[in-house]
């Protein structure tokens, strides 16, 4: 079955970029209708959509974010990334990614990757 | 923007309790709601889609229901492994997903 996995620096300074992978295993990020997208999730509180993106560059961003997101696919190796600039405290959070079946179909984020923890700090 | 609403933020219940959780939306969102469980230091796990589906592998106990605003959640026998947080999510208004803010469960 399809699993995900992120990975990237977990320490990042102020005003710098955060940037984050999702590689997936299992099958081709390619193949079938699917969006990939990413979401947070600070220490102890709720989730947070940050965008998502189709296979053929096609991306969604949380309006809140948008300013500073940018989600980009690289199908040869079966990745897509996360990049955020200009980050704060504000942005310390575990970063998830997963798999949207939407709008092609119906349901909910699944599968999910583990998680990673990023840290803005100096 | 939808704005998900939950309740209550927390409960406590014994082993064996029916556990009711509900999710509102700031608006119509049909039956495009998701609910999630998440452990502790775990990913989320899809349970319900589309407001009352029940995710492949997942125990009969979880259910859900509702559709328009008013959406429930239900536990029909707490097990110790349910210990969680519990999210509601809308998919009404694409592509801008929103999650409920949760509902910590705990074993009495």
């Known amino acids: 079955q399809v699993q995900l996995q992120e990975s990237g620096p977990g320490l990042v300074k102020p005003s710098q970029t955060l940037s984050l992978t999702c590689t997936v295993s299992g099958g081709s990020i390619s193949s079938g209708s699917y969006y990939w997208s990413w979401i947070r999730q600070p220490a102890g509180k709720g989730l947070e959509w940050i965008g998502r993106?189709?296979?053929?560059?096609?991306?969604?961003?949380n309006p809140s974010l948008k300013s500073r997101v940018t989600i980009s696919v690289d199908t040869s190796k079966n990745q897509f990334s996360l990049k955020l600039s200009s980050v704060t405290a504000a942005d310390t959070a575990v970063y998830y990614c997963?798999?949207?079946?939407?709008?092609f179909g119906r349901g909910g984020f699944d599968p999910w990757g583990q998680g990673t923890l990023v840290t803005v700090s100096s | 923007d939808i704005q998900m609403t939950q309740s209550p933020s927390s409960l406590s219940a014994s082993v064996g309790d029916r556990v009711t959780i509900t999710c509102q939306a700031s608006?119509?969102?049909?039956?495009?709601l998701n609910w999630y469980q998440q452990k502790p230091g775990k990913a989320p796990k899809l349970l319900i889609y589309d407001a009352s589906n029940l995710e492949t592998g997942v125990p009969s106990r979880f259910s859900g229901s509702g559709s328009g605003t008013d959406f429930t959640f239900t536990i029909s026998s707490l097990q110790p492994e349910d210990i969680a947080t519990y999210y509601c999510?809308?998919?009404?208004?694409?592509?801008?997903?929103?999650f409920g803010p949760g509902t910590k469960v705990d074993i009495k």
């Open positions: 997963a798999r949207d079946p939407t709008p």
């Open positions: 999510q809308q998919y009404d208004n694409l592509p801008r997903f929103t």
């Open positions: 608006q119509d969102i049909s039956n495009y």
């Open positions: 993106i189709y296979t053929s560059g096609s991306t969604n961003y």
